[in-house]
């Protein structure tokens, strides 16, 4: 995996990463085994799909399962490796994927800058015990069950919130400038999408496009952007909805070496007292990277 970090500013920071083709197309295969045992295509009897089929009439599908895969664990991998921890989930951007090639993102995030705190040899901290209740284990569950969540296309419905969407896309600024994206993956309601973005796309049918323009306030995230006036093309070239797993042994199997939902719930509470005693931990004073 190549990654490419730039110091923005003494908080912002940027990774380009790369994941080899190898990995890619492991995990496109991978996914596209799944998707054979679950298609339903006239002429076929079910499971028997050819893998070249599937990965046709279900590309979009599959790559983004792909993304959603590869990209978290290639984040945490680098910032690991050097150390880094963002104050917020890393905004990730400038996706491109394919088959026989590599995955290419860039991921920017906030850091919290370098300070000294001074002498805390005199300072003394009681952790206390952590109680791991009934609706801990089930929040955590719900989390992982959403991490695993799959797309399925919609068809004979508009774009409805929460859908993820296909869309071609033309972004032009104050300057006259357009950047142009082919295809661009967007979940709707997810917190690093444009302030009004999503509102425009709800009721557009496949295949129908729209044009708007959206104020970005002066305090917005992204400087480029803040202040300013962009206008944005959109023409939506497919609608997902998202599926969870059903909280099963089969999930459990899915997560895991678990024989049973049951088995998985015993592993969650001690994970989620480490998980509590690291928040205490984090809460008191420590030195400034």
């Known amino acids: 995996m190549k990654t490419e970090f730039t110091d923005v500013s003494e908080t912002r ?28 295509l006239p002429g076929f009897r079910p499971g028997k799909v050819p893998q070249s089929v599937v990965k046709q009439r279900f590309r979009d599908e599959i790559l983004h399962d792909v993304m959603h895969g590869l990209i978290p664990r290639a984040v945490e991998e680098a910032l690991q490796e050097r150390g880094i921890e963002p104050v917020d989930t890393p905004n990730i951007r400038d996706v491109a994927v394919a088959e026989g090639q590599p995955l290419k993102f860039t991921a920017a995030f906030e850091t919290v800058p370098p300070f000294d705190p001074g ?13 791991v ?3 801990d ?15 399925e296309t919609v068809e ?71 202040g300013t006036d962009q206008t944005y093309a959109v023409t939506i070239k497919g609608i997902r909805r998202r599926v969870l797993p059903d909280l099963d042994d089969e999930f459990a199997k899915d997560v ?3 024989e049973s939902l049951a088995a998985l719930r015993d592993r969650v509470v001690p994970r989620q007292v480490v998980e509590i005693s690291r928040a205490v931990s984090a809460s008191s004073p420590r030195r400034g990277r």
Do not use: C, W
């Not at 002498?119 to 109680?131: F, G, H, K, T």
């Not at 929040?139 to 969540?149: D, G």
């Open 13 to 40: 920071k940027t990774l380009t990463i790369e994941i080899p083709t190898d990995v890619v197309d492991a995990e496109i295969d991978r996914i596209a085994r799944d998707y054979t045992k679950r298609a339903r």
């Open 119 to 131: 002498d805390l040899s005199s300072i003394m901290l009681r952790q206390p015990s952590a109680v």
């Open 133 to 135: 209740s009934d609706s």
């Open 137 to 151: 284990v089930d929040a955590v569950l719900q989390r992982l069950r959403e991490r695993a969540a799959k797309y």
């Open 156 to 226: 004979g419905r508009p774009v409805a919130a929460d859908d993820a969407v296909a869309v071609q896309l033309d972004r032009t600024g104050p300057d006259g400038k357009t950047d142009h994206h082919d295809e661009v993956s967007i979940q709707l309601g997810a917190p690093g999408n444009p302030p009004g973005f999503d509102a425009n796309l709800v009721g557009l049918h496949a295949g129908e496009s729209r044009t708007f323009t959206i104020h970005f306030p002066d305090d917005y995230a992204a400087e480029e952007l803040a």
């Open 256 to 258: 895991g070496a678990f």
